[in-house]
T-cell receptor
Framework: AQSVTQLDSQVPVFEEAPVELRCNYS??????LFWYVQYPNQGLQLLLK??????LVKSINGFEAEFNKSQTSFHLRKPSVHISDTAEYFC??????????????FGQGTILTVHP | DARVTQTPRHKVTEMGQEVTMRCQPI?????VFWYRQTMMQGLELLAY????????DSGMPKDRFSAEMPDATLATLKIQPSEPRDSAVYFC????????????FGQGTRLTVV
């Protein structure tokens, strides 16, 4: 079984400031890690994912996340946020094999609000 | 443009009525998920199918909820009888395992039980 903890339920930040959204996970098996973003009244969209290889993964819109196995963390960062980044962000984990492959367990979400 | 389609987008029903939510997964995907999102509980996995067979429905209240895949292009989630505590947004997602680990989400069905 896996679990995900997002340490901040809300993160307010000013435009062009850096931001970090924290995520810790626990699992007894190897995992894949994901960040999804949800805009108001929309479904979830994949932002980035870690499967294997380089522990630093990046999205096309400037977000990055680093997998830290020893700290069981997968924090999301962006050096300079825009108003349009305002949304709810979900960290998720899935098992890397067996019947848990592809089955996502989500954290509680972090609402990022970017102020002008 | 491949996408997961959910119907209806919104549903208001009276307590005790049957509710059916439908999902058309992306063509060719072999895995379908049903999630429920509420303010209190966040995103909870209700059921999970692979190649139309249920793999895990432990998150679903068995006495009133049922999930099926009559064919590869349709997944259904039924609640009978519905209760006010079932009010939530229900998301369907599909994926292709093992080729791709990403789950693609539909827009959701917002259910209100009064």
């Amino acid at each position: 079984a896996q679990s995900v903890t997002q340490l901040d339920s809300q993160v307010p930040v000013f435009e062009e400031a850096p931001v970090e959204l924290r995520c810790n996970y626990s699992s007894s098996v190897s995992v894949y890690l994901f960040w999804y973003v949800q805009y108001p009244n929309q479904g979830l969209q994949l932002l980035l994912k870690y499967l294997s290889g380089s522990t630093l993964v990046k999205s096309i819109n400037g977000f990055e996340a680093e997998f830290n196995k020893s700290q069981t963390s997968f924090h999301l960062r962006k050096p300079s946020v825009h108003i349009s980044d305002t949304a709810e962000y979900f960290c998720a984990v899935s098992g890397a094999g067996g019947t848990s492959y592809g089955k996502l367990t989500f954290g509680q979400g972090t609402i990022l609000t970017v102020h002008p | 443009d491949a996408r997961v389609t959910q119907t209806p987008r919104h549903k208001v029903t009276e307590m005790g009525q049957e509710v059916t939510m439908r999902c058309q997964p992306i063509l060719g995907h072999n895995t379908v998920f049903w999630y429920r999102q509420t303010m209190m509980q966040g995103l909870e996995l209700l059921a999970y199918f692979r190649n139309r067979a249920p793999l895990d429905d432990s998150g679903m209240p068995k006495d009133r909820f049922s999930a099926e895949m009559p064919d590869a292009t349709l997944a259904t989630l039924k609640i009978q009888p519905s209760e006010p505590r079932d009010s939530a947004v229900y998301f369907c997602a599909s994926g292709l395992v093992p080729e791709n680990t990403e789950a693609f989400f539909g827009q959701g069905t917002r259910l209100t039980v009064v």
